[in-house]
């Protein structure tokens, strides 16, 4: 993108914020892992098997199951 072409973009990106203002919406920053990192999915895969057997997981992922409401999903 041209440097010119920049003041266009960020009019623009600014009257799409202030409208969600108006609207009562408010922006917020979250920071998640990089699922891109190298070593990420055996993070994962070391996390889970250390809950594997657990039963306080095994009841927490019931009750999880349990309320959520999935209408209209093709599960």
Do not use: Y
Request: charged fraction near 45%.
């Amino acid at each position: 993108m041209r440097r010119n072409d920049m003041g266009g973009v960020l009019e623009r990106v600014h009257k799409h914020r202030e409208r969600l203002r108006r609207e009562g919406m408010r922006p917020i920053q979250i920071w998640v892992p990089d699922t891109r990192r190298p070593g990420f999915a055996e993070e994962c895969k070391r996390q889970s098997r250390l809950v594997q057997h657990d039963p306080q997981e095994k009841e927490l992922l019931r009750f999880l199951d349990e309320a959520s409401d999935r209408e209209g999903w093709d599960v």
